[in-house]
């Protein structure tokens, strides 16, 4: 069973960035797809970065410019968060893509002055 691993969210002020790991228990360049969903409070989950198995990403536009994802060549996938807004206030859960999909625990990003 892949498990990943998201550490604690953090509150910032906007403007400011935060970066999250995600790490999984077998070799990311194992799925197909590693993407990162927020939901915010009332809000349908969206997504809003994916890397593939060739290294294509994929931003939603409410983040383009503004979010990096990124991963190593072991266990472990990024998001670079820069210049946050108080509508990127959400959970974040970070995926991987195989035959099915596995999820992270969601991590809370809380941005407000």
């Known amino acids: 069973q892949v498990q990943l691993v998201v550490p604690g969210g953090g509150w910032v002020q906007p403007g400011e960035f935060l970066r999250f790991s995600c790490e999984a228990t077998?070799?990311?360049?194992?799925?197909?797809?590693v993407a990162w969903y927020r939901q915010a409070t009332g809000k349908q989950r969206e997504l809003v970065a994916s890397?593939?198995?060739?290294?294509?990403t994929n931003y939603a536009d409410s983040v383009k410019g503004r979010f990096n994802i990124s991963r190593n060549l072991k266990n472990t996938a990024y998001v670079q968060m820069n210049g946050l807004k108080p509508e990127d206030t959400a959970d974040y859960y970070c995926?991987?893509?195989?035959?099915?999909?596995?999820w992270g625990q969601g991590t809370q990003v809380t941005v407000s002055a």
């Open positions: 077998e070799s990311i360049l194992r799925f197909s797809v």
């Open positions: 995926v991987a893509h195989q035959s099915v999909g596995y």
């Open positions: 890397i593939a198995g060739g290294g294509t």
